[in-house]
């Protein structure tokens, strides 16, 4: 056996770069090497060399791009085993084991004694040096970096296990919509161009000390670290059948996830502290780095009331012109059908006229960076707010995707009782993104979301109806969402659809529906389109829009960005 490097993104995706006894990267490195297409790549990035069957020595030689090893910037040969990953420039490689003979160890000159031993992701290969770390030696809580991972200075540095995760394989999902040239050229383009993206925002809460973090409020009483057990992660996956989009979130389940955890980050409204949280990001390398949603989409969204332009101090912290009102009582009562609630629903939180949970940094990148606490409270569905750690418990919500179940998080809505429905923040200029009915990756912000409003109850319930008539701390209306993030082992490029906000079309079963029996828990938009709201002849429609109107978009944005799915 030997090993190799796998590429996860970029014009190679899917490639093995052989290291054979040594592989130099870079643009004007040799075969294979400089074939990456990695415009951000130094003239010579970086040096690989194999350490007997398993290991791989893998050396920074860049001009400034540093070489980063599971999220971290590496200043030594560093060691690495099979399923770690690497980023160069912005390209992300695995290290695999291939067929073929073993190749014997290699030091670089020097090196034995200052290799640097980069945290594990364990994916259940055998790590021959990699030891574990002691319990008693110091673990960093700094906060995430979100745009820029700070340079490893100290050896052995262990990630927080909450936050271990690998950088999900950028394959995608799709609909088979003829987008696929069309998004290549997207995706290449935005890789091309990320890496500047990516430097400028390097600073975001770089400066926030552990004292200061102590210190500050945390829109709550009684809170307390976030606990539970966090599912262990394999290149996203956090058990069998279980994929992680989100990669720097934790979930305290697989097909029974209840709730998150998810980095938390500090910011500045008129002098005051606000915590928010990053889920999907427009620009790629930004997206690795964080280990979160790629979504160019919300780039679409600039020049609306429903991004909000932000500054950036000295130090990196994000001041938002915009805040919510989180001492807001939640008022919520079902009618009679469950839905609609009766009048007078109100949401727990409020936005005020410059909020939007989408943010536009000075280098134009867009962010999908909802607030969750200030000095007025915490957002309703916090469970935890850690101020120390910098990480929140956070609910989660479940729905469908092509009848797989789906994981999610519900931060915001455009409308006031959707708001007050799904327990959160109203935020009225989503509503002002493109575009209704529309979800062309070239012009739109947002994605089809179906809510049924009278759908089945019992065991297979479904529906805002059943929510309401379900009651519970956190009902889920178990929504059909028409795209996700990157899936693994798809190829097509269906994910540059995805985005965090959601387009609500209400649908109704018609009564002949209802009587018939054919009211059932769906799980899939494409066949609600196509042999529900779409007459089968000679029988009609069975699905509607509200009232019997036809069938589309409501004009209301629900910010849900996806986390997890279970893949059978």
Same mark, same amino acid.
């Given at each position: ?313 000295? @130090?990196? $912290? %994000?001041?938002?012109?915009?805040? !919510?009102?989180?001492?807001? &009582?939640? #008022?919520?009562? =079902? /009618? *009679? +059908? ?76 455009? @409308?006031? $009782? %959707?708001?007050?429905?799904?327990? !959160?923040?109203?935020?009225? &200029?989503? #509503?002002?993104? =493109? /575009? *209704? +009915? ?76 209802? @009587? ?53």
């Amino acid at each position: 056996m030997a090993v190799a490097l796998r590429i996860l993104a970029g014009p190679g995706s899917g490639n093995q770069l052989p290291i054979g006894t040594g592989l130099t990267v870079g643009q004007d490195a040799p075969p294979p090497g400089n074939m990456l297409g990695d415009q951000t790549l130094s003239a010579l990035h970086a040096v690989f060399r194999p350490v007997g069957e398993t290991e791989v020595l893998v050396e920074d030689i860049s001009a400034g791009n540093v070489t980063q090893v599971n999220g971290r910037g590496i200043t030594a040969p560093t060691q690495l085993g099979v399923g770690d990953r690497v980023l160069v420039g912005v390209t992300p490689l695995k290290v695999e084991l291939v067929a073929g003979p073993a190749v014997p160890a290699a030091t670089p000159d020097g090196a034995a004694s200052e290799t640097q031993v980069v945290p594990r992701l364990d994916f259940g290969a055998p790590h021959a040096q990699a030891q574990p770390v002691s319990q008693a030696q110091p673990v960093s809580h700094a906060p995430p970096v979100p745009h820029a991972q700070p340079v490893v200075q100290s050896q052995r540095v262990p990630l927080p296990a909450w936050q271990q995760g690998g950088t999900s394989q950028p394959s995608t999902s799709g609909r088979g919509h003829g987008r696929a040239v069309f998004a290549v050229i997207v995706a290449l383009a935005l890789i091309a161009g990320s890496f500047v993206g990516g430097l400028a925002l390097g600073r975001h809460n770089k400066s926030t000390t552990r004292a200061q973090l102590a210190a500050a409020p945390v829109g709550g009483s009684g809170d307390q670290s976030p606990s539970g057990t966090c599912m262990p992660a394999d290149s996203g996956r956090a058990g069998a059948g279980h994929f992680r989009f989100n990669t720097s979130a934790c979930e305290n389940g697989t097909t029974d996830v209840t709730a998150f955890i998810l980095p938390l980050h500090k910011g500045t409204h008129q002098g005051q502290t606000v915590w928010y949280v990053i889920m999907d990001v427009s620009d790629q390398a930004t997206a690795l780095r964080l280990g979160v949603n790629f979504v160019p989409k919300l780039a679409n969204a600039k020049g609306t009331a429903g991004v909000q332009k932000v500054t950036q101090g000295a @130090d990196g $912290t %994000v001041n938002f012109p915009g805040t !919510v009102d989180f001492k807001h &009582t939640r #008022a919520l009562t =079902p /009618g *009679p +059908n469950g839905f609609p609630p009766a009048p007078g629903a109100q949401p727990p939180s409020v936005g005020d006229a410059r909020y939007s949970p989408l943010i536009q940094l000075p280098n134009g990148t867009v962010e999908n960076a909802p607030q969750v606490a200030n000095d007025s409270g915490k957002a309703h569905k916090v469970l935890n707010l850690d101020t120390s750690a910098m990480k929140v418990l956070f609910r989660a919500q479940n729905g469908f995707y092509e009848n797989k179940a789906v994981h999610y998080a519900s931060f915001d809505s455009s @409308d006031r $009782t %959707v708001a007050a429905i799904e327990d !959160v923040t109203y935020a009225p &200029t989503l #509503a002002t993104i =493109p /575009g *209704p +009915n529309n979800e062309d990756v070239k012009t739109s912000a947002r994605e089809q979301l179906i809510a049924f409003i009278n759908g089945p109850s019992g065991p297979f319930g479904q529906g805002v109806n059943y929510a309401l008539q379900t009651g519970g701390a956190n009902p889920s209306p178990k929504n059909l969402l028409h795209e996700t993030p990157q899936l693994p082992q798809h190829d097509d490029v269906g994910s540059l659809d995805y985005t965090p906000m959601w387009d609500v079309h209400l649908a109704q079963w018609t009564q002949a529906a209802v @009587d018939s029996g054919a009211r059932v828990q769906m799980r899939d938009v494409n066949t609600v389109l196509d042999q529900k709201v779409k007459p089968q002849a000679p029988d009609p429609a069975l699905v509607t829009g509200p009232g019997g109107k036809p069938y589309g978009a409501a004009n209301v944005i629900v910010n849900c960005p996806l986390v997890s799915i279970d893949i059978p």
